[in-house]
């Protein structure tokens, strides 16, 4: 059974910080030992395959200029001892260049340790440049199941809550593969619990964050409280910050996801916090009204990465 994977996570974690540090001894560990190990890279000649690309990546990625990556799309999948993830994102390179770029990885399980034993590395570029004209009726296929899909969903009214752990890349680089693993583990069951004791349901984890729905909004509070405890408990063996965001708005029901603005803007408040903090929307701060058991900070103006602003957010505090 295909499953999300915390540890192929980590491994495309320690990849990026292995490249950005050229650390050509934690490169090779990543690596495969198989003649099937194979790269390819951005540069045309850049197709290399068997165990000598251990060897010649780490002094590749030691000429690279100072650059840095934000991903933007990390997803990790295994099945049995084999596991695939992608990365889409910008780099930002010392020289003021910022192309974006995509990855991926395949990996194979080798005494117990997940190795890559095929990786791509590309800049993408139109097809218009590439060959004259664009290539449109993939992407109207495309989204026309989009559109289906959501054509048969349901419409409703939600609190949106959207959970993640600050400093994971940090976290992952000191820990081994099964302690980051399991760690994330025991995270998202704390957090299942704590959104199931109010009624809520987690729609879907992301790495090491996750997505989940209530139909109230003192709820998705209440739940917010009990896993920011869970999170500091000092007993832990790690303790995480967690930044989390809730809003309330209008969703469309697909098959097991939700869809609109409202569930694109819980998740930008849940990246305008800081680790260890709660913000909440105005909207959801109006509809819990005066209740006594929530205590709130001020509230603040701030602009959210691809929504027209400003919004305000409120800090939850107890």
């Known amino acids: 059974m295909v499953q999300e994977s915390p540890e192929l996570r980590a491994v495309v974690q320690r990849w990026l910080a292995a490249v950005q540090n050229k650390d050509a001894a934690a490169l090779r560990n990543l690596f495969s030992e198989s003649a099937y190990l194979r790269y390819i890279g951005s540069d045309e000649a850049e197709v290399w395959s068997g165990p000598g690309v251990r060897t010649a990546y780490p002094r590749h990625a030691a000429e690279l200029p100072g650059f840095k990556v934000d991903p933007e799309v990390v997803e990790a999948f295994e099945?049995?001892?084999?596991?695939?993830?992608?990365?889409?994102?910008?780099?930002?390179?010392?020289?003021?260049?910022?192309?974006?770029?995509?990855?991926?990885?395949?990996?194979?399980?080798?005494?117990?340790?997940?190795?890559?034993?095929?990786?791509?590395?590309?800049?993408?570029?139109?097809?218009?440049?590439?060959?004259?004209?664009?290539?449109?009726?993939?992407?109207?296929?495309?989204?026309?199941?989009?559109?289906?899909?959501?054509?048969?969903?349901?419409?409703?009214?939600?609190?949106?809550?959207?959970?993640?752990?600050?400093?994971?890349?940090?976290?992952?680089?000191?820990?081994?593969?099964?302690?980051?693993?399991?760690?994330?583990?025991?995270?998202?069951?704390?957090?299942?619990?704590?959104?199931?004791?109010?009624?809520?349901?987690?729609?879907?984890?992301?790495?090491?964050?996750?997505?989940?729905?209530?139909?109230?909004?003192?709820?998705?509070?209440?739940?917010?409280?009990?896993?920011?405890r869970h999170a500091a408990d000092a007993g832990a063996s790690v303790p995480l910050r967690v930044r989390i965001g809730v809003h309330t708005g209008d969703v469309v029901r697909t098959s097991g996801d939700y869809l609109g603005h409202a569930v694109n803007k819980a998740a930008r408040i849940a990246s305008a916090a800081a680790g260890g903090e709660t913000m909440v929307s105005q909207v959801t701060r109006e509809l819990v009204g005066s209740a006594d058991e929530f205590a709130f900070g001020e509230p603040c103006s701030c602009s959210l990465k691809g929504l027209d602003g400003p919004h305000v957010l409120v800090p939850l505090i107890g």
């Open 79 to 228: 099945e049995g001892t084999v596991g695939w993830a992608t990365l889409i994102g910008k780099a930002t390179f010392e020289d003021g260049a910022e192309p974006v770029i995509r990855m991926t990885w395949v990996c194979t399980l080798e005494a117990g340790a997940w190795r890559i034993i095929q990786t791509h590395v590309s800049v993408p570029v139109s097809n218009f440049q590439l060959i004259g004209h664009e290539l449109t009726s993939g992407l109207e296929a495309l989204l026309a199941s989009l559109d289906a899909d959501t054509a048969s969903g349901t419409e409703g009214t939600v609190t949106i809550m959207f959970t993640d752990l600050e400093g994971s890349t940090e976290l992952s680089e000191v820990l081994n593969d099964t302690t980051w693993a399991g760690l994330i583990l025991r995270h998202h069951r704390a957090v299942a619990e704590a959104v199931e004791a109010e009624g809520g349901r987690v729609i879907k984890t992301l790495g090491d964050g996750t997505m989940a729905t209530f139909d109230s909004a003192r709820g998705a509070l209440r739940s917010a409280l009990a896993i920011q």
